[in-house]
């Protein structure tokens, strides 16, 4: 089983729908992160928890809705998306929140929206 | 503002040696990463430098300049699995990590 799991793989939705991406880690880690990943552009930080609290927003608009409900699971809800929110989206964890540790990604949630 | 800057692609072939460069403008600096993503898979951990040098790890080694703001991966032996982007991140003072847009590796037989 891999550290990092996210579900679903693929998802095409419109821009008036609504649905959640899933992320779970099974390494016992405090942190966890939602990047946004587009191609031939940096990994964008989007939101980080670390003990469950949302500790960085980094200027995320709102239709992009995050939850914790514990420190193994993260979910990414989305609302209202528009086309240029296509991308991969990769859930990672790591031990502390100050970067100086590793990252654990999962392999992501490949978004078109039409 | 902070940047990296690294090839966008790199050809090499199988069996040959590759250096990937990294150079970083940032506020600061607490250590570089580098990681492996193959294409449809998830990134993964390859290296962390936080002082001068060079670190060697099997088939790849990682140095790091702190004073010319500069970082290689180097890659031995070359494999046709070793095909996949390789991303290169800094911590700055803040222990913000910046990315960079990443390169890709395409090895030929």
């Known amino acids: 089983e891999t550290g990092v799991t996210q579900t679903p793989r693929h998802l095409v939705m419109g821009m008036t729908n609504k649905k959640s991406l899933k992320c779970e880690q099974h390494?016992?880690?405090?942190?966890m992160y939602w990047y946004k990943q587009s191609a031939k552009k940096p990994l964008e930080l989007m939101f980080v928890?670390?003990?469950?609290?949302?500790?960085e927003n980094n200027s995320v608009p709102s239709r992009f809705s995050p939850e914790c409900p514990n420190s193994s699971h993260l979910f990414l809800h989305l609302h209202t998306l528009q086309p240029e929110d296509s991308a991969l989206y990769l859930c990672?964890?790591?031990?502390?929140?100050?970067?100086?540790?590793?990252?654990?990604f999962g392999e992501g949630s490949r978004l078109t929206v039409l | 503002g902070q940047h990296i800057d690294q090839p966008t692609e790199m050809t090499a072939t199988e069996g040959a040696i590759v250096q990937i460069n990294c150079t970083y403008q940032t506020s600061g600096f607490n250590g570089l990463f580098w990681y492996q993503q193959h294409a449809g898979e998830a990134p993964t951990f390859l290296s962390y430098?936080?002082l001068d040098g060079l670190e060697e790890k099997g088939r790849f080694s990682s140095f790091l300049s702190r004073s010319k703001g500069y970082s290689y991966l180097l890659l031995k032996e070359l494999q046709m699995k070793d095909s996949a982007s390789y991303l290169c991140a800094v911590i700055d003072s803040n222990y913000q990590l910046i990315w960079g847009a990443g390169t890709k590796l395409i090895i030929k037989p």
């Open positions: 928890y670390n003990f469950k609290e949302q500790t």
């Open positions: 390494l016992g880690h405090n942190a």
């Open positions: 430098n936080v």
């Open positions: 990672a964890s790591s031990q502390g929140r100050d970067n100086t540790g590793e990252l654990f």
